[in-house]
Every structure is written in C-alpha cells, then in structure tokens.
C-alpha cells in the first residue's frame, strides 16, 4: 500500500449516479463505507431519472454521512478532511454532494478535496492490494468503458474508450429488452451461471488497424433482432443472458489484453461496477495467466460506486497540499 496518506482520516462523499456513499477512511483502512442504492426508484424505468435522482440523494445524503461518522466512532473535528466527487456525473446529482461537503469543510474548518469520480475507480484496488505502477487500467462502469496507462498518482493517460455504449449500458440495456429489470449488469451475471455461453453465437465488434476501443452498438441490435426471431422462443433465458454475457466479456479482454502487451506493461487492473461481474473476473484471470501477466480485480464492494474509493483518492491530493476552493463547482464532463 503506497503509505503516501497513512495517517490520514478522510470524509469521502460520493453522489455522481444513483447511489448515495460516504465513507470514512485511515490510510488505506476503510473505517466505514455506506452505500444507500436508488435502484427500486429508478427500476420501474429501466434507466437512471436524473431529477429523481438528485431529489433522493438530497433526503439520504446527511443520514448516510452520519450512519458513516458513527460506525467509524468519529466526529467531523476528529477528520483530516473531507473529499468529495465533483465530475463526471449527473450534474444534479454532483451537485448535492459537492454542497453538502463544502458545508461540512467551511463548518468544521476542514480542507476540501474534489475528486474525479475515474480516479476513484481507476485507484479502488490499492486500498486492499498494492499494485506498483505503472499498470493498465480497464475502467468499465455504466457510464464509462476505456483504457488508460497508469504510471504514477494523478498521472493518467487515455488509449481509448468505447464508440458509442459503455459496457455497463450494454448490460442495461439488454436486461430491459429481456424484460429483466434495473440495473441488468447484476441480473444478467446471476441467470448466466445457470445458461449455456455457447448456445447462440452473437457478434463481436473489434476495431481495425490496431486502434483501441470497444463498440456494443452491433452486439445490441442483433440481440433485439435475436429476440423477435423464431429461435428465441425455443431457448431459455438464462442461455440468452450467459451468450450476451460472454460476448461482452470477449470484447473487454481480448483488446485489454492487447493493449498490455502492446505497452509492455505487465499489470493489469480491471474496475468499475462491471468489473463486478463473476465471468469477466475469471476471464481477465484466466488470459492473463496464460500471458504471464498480473491481473488486479477489487472485491466488488469496491468495484461499484463507493465513497471509500473517493476518500482514497483525495488523500495522496490531500497530502500534495491540494485543495478545493469553496467555489468547487460539479462538472458533468470531467476528463480524467
Ligand atoms: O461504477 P458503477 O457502479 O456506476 C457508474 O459509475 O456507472 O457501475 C454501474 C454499472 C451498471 O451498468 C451495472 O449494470 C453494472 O455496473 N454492473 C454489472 C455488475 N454489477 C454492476 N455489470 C455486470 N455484472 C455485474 N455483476
Ligand atoms: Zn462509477
């Protein structure tokens, strides 16, 4: 564990989507980490309502950091500081949690940290192992599937991301079409364990000419041309879900793969909520074995959206002598 904020005790919030998170973090010791979800506000519409979702982080956000600072044992005097999501995110919803911890620092005269909620993704897995840079990180949410070289904190760079759905989208997106339910990533992760991957061969899209990227636009049309087809009635869901499953998995390992062998980079860490999924934990291991390469996984607490990992990633900031103005503002487009 990089000991870069040992002694420190962090305030995470986190409010960028639909879950409501705070977190109290020592070091890289998660002293509490709650996490309320919107999920059975937001399932009746397969998707996330943005005013929904801000008007519920604003009733859950103050029980949460409190049910956070009580099983920490710790009162807000007793806190280094207080990191907070600023971008990318829903800017509604962004803006509960920056307000809220603006209100917080100014109050108990605590600096303030805005944190890039990819950042919090891309650095989940040093709280519970220490992975020496530099690495490649596959950061796959549902708002987010790319690739970056990670050679140091805070240094960063993009090799490529998705053309049009992020991965997670991907999962949403069909579990509404199979009539599953929200969010569909989890749904779809449980029935495939029980189907067979082989039993329909959806297509896999890779880029040309050795450029990075992903794209689920093709694999989404042919599943919805799958269901209104003849062939659909005669198969059990559960084998739909696992040949969807598997054809999204293919097309995140093999161009990471790819990717770290052609950066010469040994380290793989793969994060984001659908780096929660059973099959891509086990794949990513399994290719990556074969190449001698090192893969990296948070268990998935830490892999879906979490105030810890926003905690985390404001204290080496912190310790920088970084700090937020009390004019932090939310940004909905944040580039890490
Ligand atoms: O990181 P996250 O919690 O929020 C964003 O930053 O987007 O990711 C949420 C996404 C959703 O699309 C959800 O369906 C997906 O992660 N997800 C999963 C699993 N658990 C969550 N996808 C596949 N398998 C899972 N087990
Ligand atoms: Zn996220």
């Given amino acids: 564990m990089p000991s870069f904020s040992e002694s420190l005790t962090i305030l995470g919030i986190e409010t960028s989507c639909d879950d409501t998170a705070a977190a109290v973090l020592c070091g890289s010791t998660v002293l509490s980490s709650i996490v309320s979800s919107q999920d ?27 049910r956070a600072l009580e099983t920490a044992n710790l009162r807000l005097e007793q806190l280094d500081g207080v990191a907070v999501t600023c971008g990318p995110g829903l800017v509604g919803s962004l803006l509960v949690g920056v307000s809220v911890a603006k209100s917080l620092a100014m109050a108990s005269n605590l600096p303030l940290i805005g944190v890039n909620h990819l950042e919090g993704h891309l650095l989940a897995i040093q709280i ?42 991907a999962f949403d997106k069909a579990a509404k079409m199979l009539g599953l339910g929200y969010p569909g990533g989890h749904i779809i992760d449980q029935l495939a364990q029980q189907g067979n991957a082989t039993a329909i061969r959806f297509p896999r899209a890779h880029l040309k000419n050795g450029k990075v990227g992903f794209s689920y636009s093709g694999l989404k049309t042919a599943l919805r041309q799958f269901i209104y087809s003849q062939d659909s009635r005669q198969l059990r869901m559960e084998d739909i879900a696992a040949s969807y499953q598997e054809a999204v998995v293919d097309m995140l390992v093999g161009p990471t793969i790819q990717a770290a062998l052609g950066q010469g980079l040994t380290r793989i860490v793969v994060s984001g909520g659908v780096s929660a999924n059973s099959r891509l934990r086990q794949r990513m291991r399994e290719e990556g074995e074969k190449l001698g390469l090192q893969v990296f996984v948070p268990s998935p607490k830490l892999c879906t959206d979490n105030a810890a990992m926003i905690a985390y990633a404001g204290a080496w900031r912190l310790v920088q002598g970084q700090r937020a103005g009390f004019n932090l503002n939310a940004a909905a487009m944040l580039p890490l």
């Fill in 128 to 169: 519970e192992h220490v992975v020496p840079f530099p690495f490649l990180c596959l950061l796959v949410s549902g708002g987010h599937t790319s690739l970056y070289v990670a050679r140091g904190l805070g240094d960063y760079t993009a090799l490529g991301g998705t053309r049009d759905d992020a991965a997670g989208e």
């Fill in 40 to 66: 059975e506000v937001h399932s009746p519409y397969g998707g996330v309502v943005p005013e929904l979702a801000s008007r519920h982080h604003m009733r859950s956000i103050l029980p949460i950091i409190d």
